[in-house]
C-alpha cells in the first residue's frame, strides 16, 4: 500500500471509532439520568460503599480515621445556567469513549497488525490488552478509593467555624474526572516499563536494586495525592502505587542478552 492508501484506511478507522464513540455516547445520553445519582453523585453521601466498608473496618482498625458520621451528605449547587445542561452532555460523551474503548483498541490492532512480524504483533497484542485492562482497574481505584478519600476530607475540613464548605457541580465534576483519569493513567506505568524492556532499556535487575526507593516514592506520591495525611489513608493509597513497581518488576525482561563475542575463525578452503 501507499502512503496515500494508508492515510485512507487509518482515516476510516478513526471515521469507524467516532461513529462507535456517537452510539455509545446516544446510550449514555439515555442512561445518564438515571445513574448519575446513584454512580456519579455516589461519593457525596454516607451510603457510598467505600464509606461503609471503611466503617465496619474501623471496628478492628485502631488508627483509622471516622467515617461512621452517617449525617454525611453533601449537597452540590449550580451556579451557572448552562452547567446541568454541559455536565450531561459531557457526561454522555465520556461515558461513549469509555465504553468503545475495547473496540478503539480493536480498531487500531487491526491497524497495526499488517505492518508487524508475527513475534512483534502477540507483543503489540499483548501490550494493548494489558493497557487495555491495568486502564480499567486504575479508573476503578481512582472512583473506590483515591476520590472518596479525598473528597470526604476536603469536604469536611474547616479552616474555621464560621465557614461553611459548599461545592459547586463545575468544581466536583472536574475532580471526578480528573482523578479518575490520573489514575488510570499511573495505572499505565507497567505497561510503560514493558516498552522500555523490549527497547533493552529496562531489566528485573533494577527494580529489585530501586525497590526500597520505590516503597519510600510510593508513600510521597500517595501523600501528594491524598492530603488527609492520615496513616490510614496514606497506606491506601501506596498500596496499589507500589504495586505497580512490583507488576513492572514481573513484565520486564529477566536479564539483558548476552554478549556476544566475536571471535576470529580461520576460513576453512574446500
Given at each position: 500500500m501507499s502512503f496515500w492508501d494508508h492515510l485512507e484506511e487509518f482515516r476510516w478507522t478513526l471515521i469507524r471509532i467516532f461513529v462507535a464513540v456517537i452510539v455509545f455516547a446516544i446510550v449514555g445520553f439515555i442512561l445518564i439520568p438515571h445513574i448519575f445519582d446513584s454512580i456519579i453523585l455516589a461519593p457525596r453521601t454516607s451510603d457510598f460503599v467505600t464509606y461503609r466498608f471503611l466503617d465496619k473496618a474501623s471496628q478492628f482498625i485502631p488508627f483509622m480515621p471516622d467515617f461512621s458520621a452517617d449525617s454525611f451528605d453533601v449537597n452540590i449547587l449550580n451556579i451557572n445556567m448552562t452547567t446541568q445542561f454541559m455536565t450531561y452532555i459531557s457526561t454522555s460523551l465520556a461515558f461513549g469513549v469509555l465504553c468503545t474503548i475495547p473496540y478503539i483498541l480493536y480498531e487500531l490492532w487491526r491497524f497495526v497488525s499488517p505492518a508487524l512480524y508475527a513475534n512483534e504483533a502477540r507483543g503489540v497484542k499483548r501490550a494493548f490488552g494489558f493497557g487495555g485492562f491495568m486502564f480499567i482497574i486504575g479508573c476503578l481505584v481512582g472512583y473506590f478509593v483515591v476520590f472518596p478519600?479525598?473528597?470526604?476530607?476536603?469536604?469536611?475540613?474547616?479552616?474555621?467555624?464560621?465557614?461553611?464548605?459548599?461545592?459547586?457541580?463545575?468544581?466536583?465534576?472536574?475532580?471526578?474526572?480528573?482523578l479518575i483519569l490520573v489514575m488510570g493513567l499511573v495505572f499505565e506505568i507497567p505497561l510503560v516499563f514493558w516498552l522500555l524492556s523490549s527497547l533493552g532499556l529496562v531489566y528485573r535487575p533494577f527494580f529489585r536494586k530501586y525497590r526500597r526507593h520505590a516503597v519510600v516514592g510510593s508513600l510521597v506520591l500517595a501523600a501528594f495525592i491524598t492530603p488527609s495525611g492520615d496513616p490510614f489513608s496514606l497506606f491506601v493509597v501506596t498500596l496499589p502505587l507500589y504495586a505497580l513497581w512490583e507488576i513492572s518488576a514481573f513484565v520486564v525482561k529477566k536479564e539483558p542478552p548476552a554478549e556476544e563475542e566475536d571471535e576470529d575463525l580461520p576460513a576453512v578452503v574446500e
Amino acid at each position: 500500500m501507499s502512503f496515500w492508501d494508508h492515510l485512507e484506511e487509518f482515516r476510516w478507522t478513526l471515521i469507524r471509532i467516532f461513529v462507535a464513540v456517537i452510539v455509545f455516547a446516544i446510550v449514555g445520553f439515555i442512561l445518564i439520568p438515571h445513574i448519575f445519582d446513584s454512580i456519579i453523585l455516589a461519593p457525596r453521601t454516607s451510603d457510598f460503599v467505600t464509606y461503609r466498608f471503611l466503617d465496619k473496618a474501623s471496628q478492628f482498625i485502631p488508627f483509622m480515621p471516622d467515617f461512621s458520621a452517617d449525617s454525611f451528605d453533601v449537597n452540590i449547587l449550580n451556579i451557572n445556567m448552562t452547567t446541568q445542561f454541559m455536565t450531561y452532555i459531557s457526561t454522555s460523551l465520556a461515558f461513549g469513549v469509555l465504553c468503545t474503548i475495547p473496540y478503539i483498541l480493536y480498531e487500531l490492532w487491526r491497524f497495526v497488525s499488517p505492518a508487524l512480524y508475527a513475534n512483534e504483533a502477540r507483543g503489540v497484542k499483548r501490550a494493548f490488552g494489558f493497557g487495555g485492562f491495568m486502564f480499567i482497574i486504575g479508573c476503578l481505584v481512582g472512583y473506590f478509593v483515591v476520590f472518596p478519600l479525598i473528597f470526604r476530607f476536603l469536604i469536611t475540613f474547616e479552616l474555621s467555624s464560621s465557614i461553611e464548605n459548599m461545592i459547586s457541580l463545575d468544581s466536583y465534576m472536574n475532580n471526578f474526572y480528573t482523578l479518575i483519569l490520573v489514575m488510570g493513567l499511573v495505572f499505565e506505568i507497567p505497561l510503560v516499563f514493558w516498552l522500555l524492556s523490549s527497547l533493552g532499556l529496562v531489566y528485573r535487575p533494577f527494580f529489585r536494586k530501586y525497590r526500597r526507593h520505590a516503597v519510600v516514592g510510593s508513600l510521597v506520591l500517595a501523600a501528594f495525592i491524598t492530603p488527609s495525611g492520615d496513616p490510614f489513608s496514606l497506606f491506601v493509597v501506596t498500596l496499589p502505587l507500589y504495586a505497580l513497581w512490583e507488576i513492572s518488576a514481573f513484565v520486564v525482561k529477566k536479564e539483558p542478552p548476552a554478549e556476544e563475542e566475536d571471535e576470529d575463525l580461520p576460513a576453512v578452503v574446500e
